[in-house]
C-alpha cells in the first residue's frame, strides 16, 4: 500500500498500479481497489494511468474487470467502493 499512495514519487505509484494490474489475481487487484479508495485526487490520477497502462496491452493479461466483479461482494467496504472505481476504469475507452 505504501507503493501506492506514495504522495512523493508519482512514479511508483504508476508502475506499481501497472504493475499488479498486470498481475491481475484477486489479491493483487484488491491491493489496488484498496488503494484507490484511500487515493486523493493525485494519487488516483496515477493508479488509473498505472492500470491503464497494463491494460493497454491486454493481450494474455487477466481480466482485471472480472476480479473486480468479485471483489464487489468483498466484506470490506473500502474494497467494494474501490473495485467500483476500478471497474469504472476497465470500461473506458482509453484501454
Do not use: F
Not at 15 to 21: I, R
Not at 23 to 51: F, K, M, P, S, Y
Not at 55 to 64: C, E
Amino acid at each position: 500500500m505504501g507503493l501506492l499512495l506514495d504522495a512523493a514519487d508519482t512514479a511508483v505509484t504508476r508502475q506499481t498500479a501497472e504493475a499488479l494490474a498486470r498481475v491481475g489475481t484477486a489479491a493483487a487487484v484488491r491491493l489496488i481497489a484498496l488503494a484507490v479508495a484511500e487515493a486523493d485526487d493525485n494519487q488516483a490520477d496515477w493508479l488509473q494511468t498505472g492500470v491503464h497502462d497494463a491494460l493497454a496491452g491486454r493481450g494474455g493479461l487477466p481480466d482485471v474487470a472480472a476480479v473486480c466483479g468479485q471483489l464487489a461482494m468483498d466484506p470490506e467496504e473500502a474494497v467494494r467502493r474501490g473495485a467500483a472505481e476500478l471497474s469504472a476504469w476497465t470500461d473506458d475507452p482509453r484501454c
